[in-house]
């Protein structure tokens, strides 16, 4: 479908308005004119029909849908031409109520016979009031070339006021707002390529506003300690907050299309586009350096550009374009936050059940069937874990220096960051061989790291309950490095503690001594009980006290990630069990953290029954050189001494990648309550609210409150849906068939997208246990905000039947709109932190008693 | 259209009757005379209700159990007694969890009250059991190991082994119902007869043999009840609908786990509420008689049983026991030897007494200190405040007056509404104290700590008391008074939020200072016991609660109790993924190798079977599906297993998932034998997969090598099973000697995967 435009031969114009769904589409037309005229005017025939064909194909038939034809285009009223000739322009209006019969004659119209003329005059009535606005730009060149342009006047103006709304001022305050201090903080360490690991979400979110940083000149050192901390002048604010920002203002566009997407009118995509301009809470989430704005946006353009596909005819292969930006924005949604996986779900379930209705359409050919379903496919399940991975992909290539998270990853990751770890392991040798000298580290103690440790005590003969022990040296596990961390691998045959040469290599399955490197002593362990977990074996440095308890220090190595059944012990990569030869007890380390007597170091137990794969019995060599001295006093020297020599080990992308994923869904924070968390049923009723800022001296604040009115009208809207859809539905089973089928399948679709939205995105909160806040509801409030118009026209349109009534709708519906706006204002101050509100004006904006509102004290 | 296709099908299917085990039945006719059945389909899209029109006509042309039935039932019967009764006795020790329910059935035997987390049908009947076979109740069931020695345990464990051996039965009778085949039947009962996790779970005193029967006891109720749709409101259709709703009420009075088979049946009913309303032929009131039926019997009925059970529990229960702290003064006043039975104390509050102090919030503690400090880093490093549920010397607390000058002689003078006191812990003399720091846990309100030293502290010490609802000059009455705690410095109230401190705390729950004013039982407490040498003892009558207050109390304090149940740190603990996998079982008995030994663990071919027919099965749906949807033209005989698979499948795959999937997102710290009910449901689809797989052989070979190998498939399985069963019996009738892993066990060999522990 192309746009329409009608052309006479002397230049003359004529222009007729029609429901336009692409709203800004420009067709350059390099005809002559007489072919121009032609082409053009069989275009005419099928555009004028084309609304109707365009929602459903069934619609034509219905007298109600003469009435949505209608409806929708009645609200197109007051069409601007502008004819460019020869570099002249000429405005001109044309009568409104004009073009408004015009449409009314379209061919479809006269399927509305049974419409009383009463209704004509009202449609014309409101028409004039109206707003919204489409005009068409059309510039004609000298001759052949002819450019014809139609602007949605409405979209642009939304759009503008979205812009406006969200970006000015952006700089201000300059201070670090709210979370900007988390966020903060990884930004810098994109600038400065080190390593880090969040686990509140994947990394593309991060990367956005690494994005915007970069853009700005930002160099990244900045700390990011304290909210409200003076921005210094050498950093543009204005850059770091500008893409979340920008993002936040596209919804309200994207709110807008989405509408139309969903069939209904300009008017109700105008009250979607302006519930969501006008909600406060949403702007002050946009204007900062957080991500919730980025992930509506991607939320809502997944689900606008799904809609697109589906609208659009199924002749024309362009449309799976379509199904491809929406496949990638669900990647970028799931990307930014977790959350979009939720709506990721929806979006698959819809498009599963489209595609369900397709395989079962029995006009279309086998072949037909199976290449849309795989190209679905592709673009909704390829496509998005490809760019999921492609995220990592990134910011692992980012990220190759050592930084502050290095500890809570393997050895082997470690080793493949530049600086930490790779310096002090870079270039040791590969195989451990007997007389190696090692760290052994446990992979249990995250996030922590901790080695294999002893020292000269020995355990207390009696523990604080009065139990005995063996009274041996201490073995523990120890959280810094240390020269006491040092182990000898010993073969239990010889005597030496030196390396031969060549290095004779420890294999799977092979019997070692561990010998301690600065007190000599050797790895022991027997049936006494441990000092914090009793069902387990002590472990100590043994000490022959000759009280007839033997030595017990026969170790078997035992290689977990082998591949082969001789498999060389290697440093970093090889994940050993060590398997204690005479009680087949398994080294492993407890958790439990000794009493002072043990320097509250870690306790080493060894444990029988073992339960398969912890990571608890799981070491791996750290540091490891090959050791040349026999004398224990060089050797202490030698312990003493750095390790190096010169070797580079990578890891693969999918290695690093399954690491840091696992990781991140793995790492628990210690999540204690926040000042302002709160529970997702308080969200509903906005109970609560969020202080994002405070000026450091004046009463100038930020506060995360949504808009009041738009917040109930939401709810309401949730509400009536739901009883709307609950009665429909019933009555649809006794065989009511209350909305022609077009219509409902409109319906059924603005619930599975909203309430479906809604759900997607609120409900999983309520079984999370994490620390949740108001911003937490804010993409399932945008989908309230879809619902609330298009259900109000929905009632307009196929609820309300007298004049009166409907009147009296729009009468509500514009007050509503005003109170929105109005409340929209009054908050405003908290909103952008300007002006500074007096004790008593931030006591009038406290409209709920849990609100936290605060008040400086003079 | 579809639906005089589907009639026609039927008289087919009913005149060649190819399927073995069928006789032929006059199916056509009777379909064509009912026309509430015809009405089902009518007016209806064909996807949804054609579906279950062409079901029912099926179900309810065959509804007398095909020919052979009673044979085959007795040998399964026969099979599932023996196996379960098999050395019911040994080890003549307690076993695992033996050890509570086991305790709990003498406690009914004693009548002493206890609390306990799971609703309490499950242990009246062990009780029963025991009482019934000459138990006495005075086994201690200490600790798991305790040799029983005399004590007649064997009524309790038989009562749980009979129970258990209903499950095969019931599974080949629900099975034969869902798909009348007496294959899929019989490879089901097979499944559950010689699975060693069933046999083990069914031998010992534990909640989960009786769970599962009456689970199974309703799901087969619900499925007898579908097939006689098509005679509503006759006398077996009203059988089936309260029998139904009885095994829903026992299925949740022994544990709340019941409520997924609530689910099940609540969805089934749903759904058939949905294609009556759709049958336009019925009028609204015949619908409305259809709900009005369902919602006595499904819905009071159980309610009112359950509420039953509950009562019983409560006269039952009459004495003092263990789990008195749980619950509120008003509860304890019932309990005979309880301090607050037939009360006797000072009727008013006193300066100089000494006083425990109850939150008012259901299942609240009580206001506790000990010689131990917030750790750094929570609030400031003074003593700890919680509230406790147990009765301890350190509730104790005594009343002063701000300035601490008692008058020393005469009657001490009482408290009234508005006062400031100072509250002091009477075992470490510090007073109760809050400041502008915030709490541990909920960082809204303020810390409470202990403060001070033989009752000098300072200002922030002081608390003023206001009687709820009550006037300035009010006496506090003891007992019956809501009192509440203003902190005079802070303004803010005396709290307990519910939450549990971490390890440093105790585990005991959090108490803060809340700023905000609202008046909620968290900031509510009442004085419970109170003791003044100087004031006359008065014999106060509490008021007795009613039923219903009982009885909400004790489901709210069972559902804190369950959601306390927290994962400890170092403990591993099963994962749900793990138990399909058969990754790990439960140690019921014995670690060393001169023990003896009993673990639970499902036969690994049989649970490893179900696993792959899991994804056999949606496989086979997805194909079944697919091709109905395109319309691809199939046989009347792949016709009805499309529908056996979709039908009685999909409602088995439901009961499944609502057994597992909930125990993702739980809290609470998880065990193996979690698995078992959802592992029934897993069993009876695998019956039907399998039985469709294997008829459906002739896909690949023609007739004869077809029946053939559609044989050879049975054999094949059946003798994987036997097999399986006699390497594996040793978990379930115990094994001694050494351990697995060394190479002169009995089980040598047999440990296929590092994680089991025998």
């Known amino acids: ?358 395989i079962g ?166 049936d006494v009980a441990a000092p914090m977990s009793p069902y387990a074996q002590e472990v100590s440095g043994y000490i022959d006290f000759n009280v007839s308890m033997a030595t017990q220090n026969l170790w078997r190595v035992d290689i977990s990630d082998r591949e082969a059944e001789s498999e060389v012990w290697k440093t970093i990569l090889s994940e050993v069990r060590l398997v204690h030869v005479n009680t087949s007890a398994v080294l492993k380390l407890s958790g439990v953290s000794l009493p002072d007597w043990g320097f509250r170091q870690l306790e080493v137990v060894a444990e029988k029954l073992f339960q398969s794969y912890s990571s608890s019995l799981i070491w791996t060599v750290e540091e490891h050189r090959y050791g040349t001295s026999q004398e224990q006093k060089e050797r202490e020297a030698e312990l003493h001494s750095p390790t190096h020599i010169d070797v580079d080990r990578k890891i693969s992308f999918w290695a690093k990648f399954l690491e840091v994923q696992w990781k991140m869904l793995t790492v628990k924070q210690e999540d204690s309550e926040h000042k302002y968390s709160s529970s997702p049923l308080e969200w509903i009723t906005m109970e609560t609210n969020i202080a994002y800022w405070l000026h450091s001296s004046t009463n100038a604040q930020i506060h995360l409150i949504g808009n009041p009115v738009s917040w109930g009208v939401a709810n309401l809207s949730l509400l009536a849906y739901q009883l709307l859809a609950a009665v429909y539905l019933l009555r649809r089973r006794r065989g009511f068939k209350d909305l022609p089928e077009g219509v409902w399948g409109q319906f059924e679709c603005l619930g599975c997208v909203c309430v479906g939205g809604w759900l997607v995105n609120f409900l999983p909160f309520l079984l999370m246990e994490k620390t949740l806040f108001l911003y937490h509801y804010l993409p399932a409030l945008c989908f309230l905000y879809l619902l609330s118009p298009a259900l109000l026209e929905h009632t307009h349109t196929h609820l309300l039947s007298s004049v009166t009534q409907r009147r009296t709708l729009c009468v509500c519906a514009s007050a509503v709109t005003l109170l929105v706006f109005l409340s929209y204002r009054t908050f405003c101050p908290l909103t952008y932190g300007s002006p500074e509100l007096s004790a008593n004006q931030l006591q009038g904006l406290k409209w709920r008693d849990t609100w936290d509102i605060l008040y400086r004290r003079r | 259209m579809a639906r005089e296709e589907c009639v026609a099908q039927w008289s087919k299917t009913g005149d060649t009757s190819t399927l073995r085990n069928r006789k032929p039945f006059p199916a056509s006719e009777q379909t064509l005379l009912t026309p509430s059945g015809r009405g089902s389909s009518g007016g209806d899209t064909q996807s949804s209700n054609g579906t279950s029109a062409q079901f029912s006509s099926r179900g ?237 019997g499904l819905i009071l009925l159980p309610l009112f049983l359950y509420i039953t059970i509950f009562a019983i529990h409560f006269v039952v229960l009459n004495k003092s026991g263990p789990g008195d ?177 971490p390890k440093w705390g105790w585990e005991q729950v959090e108490v803060t200072c809340s700023p905000y004013l609202k008046e909620t039982p968290s900031s509510q407490w009442n004085i419970e016991d109170h003791i003044n040498p100087k004031l006359p003892n008065i014999s106060l009558s509490v008021l007795k609660p009613h039923f219903l207050e009982i009885l909400l109390e004790s489901h709210i304090v069972m559902i804190r109790g369950n959601s306390g149940l927290k994962p400890k740190d170092n403990e591993m603990n099963s994962k749900p993924w793990h138990w399909p996998l058969n990754y790990q079982g439960l140690r019921f008995s014995g670690v060393n190798e001169t023990e003896y030994r009993v673990y639970l663990l499902g036969n690994p071919v049989l649970w490893w079977t179900n696993l792959a027919c899991l994804g056999l099965y949606l496989i086979m749906v997805a194909v079944a599906s697919i091709a109905l949807q395109r319309g691809f033209p199939l046989g009347p005989k792949r016709m009805e297993h499309c529908h056996v698979l979709m039908g009685g499948g999909g409602l088995l795959l439901l009961g499944w998932m609502l057994h597992y999937a909930p125990f993702y997102v739980m809290g609470r710290v998880l065990y193996y034998h979690h698995y078992f009910p959802a592992m029934l449901f897993s069993s009876m689809l695998t019956g039907i997969t399998l039985d469709i797989l294997l008829k459906s052989t002739d896909l690949l070979l023609c007739p004869p090598y077809s029946d053939w190998l559609q044989r050879v498939g049975q054999m094949v399985l059946l003798l994987a099973v036997l097999y399986s069963f006699y390497l594996f019996h040793p978990l379930s009738y115990g094994m001694t000697g050494p351990l697995a892993h060394e190479p002169g066990s009995s089980m040598a060999g047999l440990k296929w995967m590092d994680s089991w522990e025998f």
Request: charged share 15%.
């Open chain 1, 1 to 358: 479908m192309s746009p329409l435009r009608f052309h006479n031969n002397e230049g003359e114009l004529k222009s007729r308005v029609v429901e336009r769904r692409h709203l800004l589409e420009v067709s350059l037309l390099p005809w002559i004119r007489n072919k121009c005229l032609r082409i053009r005017s069989r275009h005419l025939v099928t555009c004028l029909q084309s609304p109707a064909n365009h929602r459903s194909p069934d619609l034509h038939t219905h007298t109600h849908t003469d009435t949505q034809n209608v409806t929708t285009d009645r609200e197109t009223p007051a069409a601007v031409t502008i004819v460019t000739e020869g570099g002249t322009a000429e405005l001109r209006a044309v009568p409104s109520a004009d073009r408004t019969n015009q449409t009314a004659e379209s061919p479809i119209d006269r399927h509305n016979t049974p419409e009383t003329p009463g209704r004509d005059t009202h449609t014309r009535s409101e028409a004039n009031v109206s707003l919204s606005c489409c005009s068409r730009v059309s510039v004609m060149l000298q001759l052949p070339l002819l450019v014809t342009a139609q602007v949605d006047l409405v979209l642009v103006l939304v759009s503008v006021l979205g812009l406006w709304t969200r970006l000015s001022r952006l700089g201000c305050p300059n201070n670090v707002v709210f979370d900007e201090v988390y966020y903060g903080q990884f930004v810098s360490l994109y600038m400065k390529r080190v390593f880090f690991i969040d686990d509140s979400g994947p990394p593309l979110g991060h990367m956005i506003l690494a994005l915007g940083a970069y853009l700005g000149g930002f160099d990244g050192n900045l700390v990011w300690n304290r909210i409200g901390a003076e921005y210094p002048s050498s950093v543009s604010v204005w850059s770091l907050r500008l893409l979340p920002a920008l993002c936040g203002a596209l919804c309200v566009p994207l709110l807008y299309l989405l509408t139309l997407e969903l069939n209904f009118s300009h008017l109700a995509a105008l009250g979607a586009a302006l519930l969501l301009l006008l909600e406060n809470s949403l702007i002050v989430q946009s204007r900062f350096m957080l991500l919730e704005s980025v992930l509506i946006f991607f939320v809502l353009l997944a689900f606008f550009s799904y809609l697109r596909f589906h609208n659009s005819p199924n002749s024309s292969w362009w449309r799976f374009s379509w199904l491809l930006v929406s496949g990638a924005s669900c990647a970028a949604a799931i990307g930014v936050k977790y959350m979009g996986v939720f709506s990721y779900l929806l979006l698959l379930g819809v498009a599963s059940l489209h595609t369900w209705n397709l």
């Open chain 1, 361 to 526: 359409d029995r006009t279309v050919s086998h072949l037909s069937v199976c290449v849309q379903c795989v190209c679905r496919c592709v673009c909704l399940l390829v496509v998005p874990v490809l760019l999921y991975l492609f995220w990592f992909y990134v910011h692992l290539s980012l990220l190759n220096r050592s930084g502050p998270h290095d500890q809570l990853m393997s050895s082997a990751f470690q080793a493949s960051l530049q600086g930490g770890l790779s310096r002090i392991t870079q270039g040791q040798p590969l195989e451990v061989a007997y007389g190696s000298q090692v760290t052994l580290r446990s992979s249990a103690s995250q996030p922590i790291p901790c080695w294999l440790h002893s020292h000269k005590a020995n355990y207390p003969i009696r523990y604080e309950n009065g139990r005995g022990s063996s009274h041996q040296q201490q073995v523990t596990c120890y959280p810094f490095k240390d020269v006491n961390n040092w182990w000898i691998i010993k073969d239990p045959g010889r005597q030496e503690l030196a390396v031969g040469s060549p290095p004779r290599p420890v294999r799977h399955g092979d019997v070692v001594q561990l010998v301690h490197g600065m007190t000599s002593r050797f790895l022991n362990s027997h």
């Open chain 2, 60 to 296: 309810r042309s065959s509804h007398a159990p095909p020919g052979g039935g009673v044979p085959l039932l007795m040998l399964v019967a026969g099979l599932s007694f023996s196996t379960r009764l098999h050395k019911i006795t040994e080890p003549p020790h307690v076993c695992w969890d033996e050890t509570h329910f086991g305790k709990m059935g003498s406690f009914y035997i004693n009548r002493t009250f206890f609390f306990d987390v799971h609703p309490p049908l499950g242990k009246m009947l062990i009780g029963l059991a025991g009482y019934m076979s000459g138990y006495d109740g005075t086994f201690p069931f200490v600790k798991p190991g305790d040799k029983y020695d005399h004590h007649n345990y064997w009524g309790m464990r038989g009562l749980c082994a009979v129970l258990g051996s209903f499950l095969p039965i019931f599974a080949y009778l629900i099975v034969l119902e869902l798909s009348r085949s007496h294959i899929a039947a019989l490879i089901t009962a097979t499944l559950l007869i010689f699975d060693t996790g069933c046999i083990t779970i069914s031998q010992y005193i534990l909640l989960d043999p009786i769970l599962m029967f009456f689970i199974m006891a309703a799901v087969l109720s619900m499925v007898k009840f579908n097939q006689q749709k098509h005679r509503p409101f006759n006398a077996s259709w009203w059988l089936w609908l309260v029998l139904t709703g009885i095994n829903l009420a026992g299925a949740l009075g022994v544990k709340f786990v019941g409520l997924f088979v609530i689910f099940l049946v609540g969805l089934n009913t749903v759904w058939d509420l949905w294609r009556l309303l759709g049958d336009l032929s019925l009028l609204l009131v015949d619908i409305a008689k259809h709900l009005l039926a369902r919602v006595v």
């Open chain 2, 325 to 501: 702290g749980f619950f509120s003064s008003a509860f304890q006043s019932r309990l005979i030897g309880n301090n607050l039975h037939n009360a006797s104390m000072p009727e008013y509050l006193a300066y100089g007494s000494t006083i425990t102090v109850k939150n008012l919030r259901i299942a609240g503690g009580y206001l506790h200190s000990h010689w131990h400090l917030y750790p750094e880093g929570v609030g400031s490093r003074q003593q700890q405040v919680t509230s406790y549920l147990h009765k301890d010397y350190n509730n104790l607390w005594l009343v002063h007056r701000p300035d601490s000058n008692e008058s020393q002689s005469g009657t001490p003078d009482l408290v009234r509404h508005g006062d400031i006191i100072r509250l002091e812990h009477k075992e470490t003399t510090r007073n109760l104290h809050s400041h502008l720091q915030e709490a541990p846990l909920t960082k809204k309100h303020f810390q409470v700590t202990g403060y001070g030293i033989n009752g000098t502290g300072d200002a922030n010490d002081l608390w003023q008391v206001e009687v709820c609802g009550g006037r300035r000059g009010d006496l506090v009455k003891v007992l019956r008074s809501k009192v509440r705690f203003l902190h005079r410095a802070t303004g803010c109230v005396l709290y307990s939020s519910g939450k549990t401190l």
